[in-house]
């Protein structure tokens, strides 16, 4: 099994050791016959940066892949998902426990991922190192 996670793109622009490439991300089946016939079968344009030192190396409409290692989606996930759900999770419980209302202590559960997005949105330099596309030479 690859321990990495491709795409093809198209060079979108480039900036300051930014490149912006544009990915189609496609369901399974979106390439069945009957795709077009299906629910099922999606798909969704996605632009992501890629930080590179070489960026004059490419040029805007150039085809590329873009990877990432299993290992950064796995920590992608679970700083975007994992984290935040067991977050909401304990402080709904413990919210429960001091509130009567359900919905009040709803509220508050929201209420405890806005610290936890600012912290993500405050770290986003450090975590950008950690956590990004590169591109296949």
Partial sequence: MSQKISHSGVVESILDGCVKVRIIQTS???ACKVASHCNAAESKVKIVDVFCCNSSDYSVGQDVTVWASKNVANRALLLGFGVP???LV???MIALRFVSEEGIAA???L???VPYYFAIWLMRDRIQRHISFQIED
């Fill in 85 to 87: 759900f067991l977050l």
């Fill in 107 to 109: 509220l508050i559960a």
């Fill in 111 to 113: 209420g405890a991922l």
């Fill in 90 to 92: 304990c402080v709904l």
């Fill in 28 to 30: 399974a089946c979106a």
